[in-house]
């Protein structure tokens, strides 16, 4: 019901930046929480950025705070991760997703980020 695909990954020197960009299908966009998550191989799943749809508040996880950026454009169904001074601790598959209603949450298949040293 809900898409999301995520793109701009790629692979970056270490204090490079990097864009995502997630583009979402629903009517309701302007009201749905969208979030940043990543997963590192051997690790979980962790948050990295979210905004909320009630009024655009923005929240990040300690680690990339002061280098990430989250964004949304409600005209165009998109959501954006700016990536500033990038470290190699920030490599791994970065995922989109949704929440909608109190209990479902949809997810883009993800995007590669690859940060070398």
């Known amino acids: 019901q809900v898409q999301l695909v995520e793109s701009g990954g790629g692979l970056v020197q270490a204090g490079g930046s990097l864009r995502l960009s997630c583009a979402a299908s629903?009517?309701?966009?302007?009201?749905?929480?969208m979030d940043w998550f990543r997963q590192a191989p051997g690790k979980e799943r962790e948050f990295v950025a979210g905004i909320t749809g009630s009024d655009g508040n923005t929240y990040y996880t300690g680690s990339v705070k002061g280098r990430f950026t989250i964004s949304r454009d409600n005209a165009k169904n998109t959501v954006s991760l700016q990536m500033n001074s990038l470290k190699p601790e920030d490599t791994a598959v970065y995922y989109c997703?949704?929440?909608?209603?109190?209990?479902?949450?949809?997810w883009g298949q993800g995007t590669q980020v690859t940060v070398s040293s």
């Open positions: 629903g009517r309701m966009f302007s009201i749905y929480d």
């Open positions: 997703a949704a929440r909608v209603g109190a209990s479902d949450t949809y």
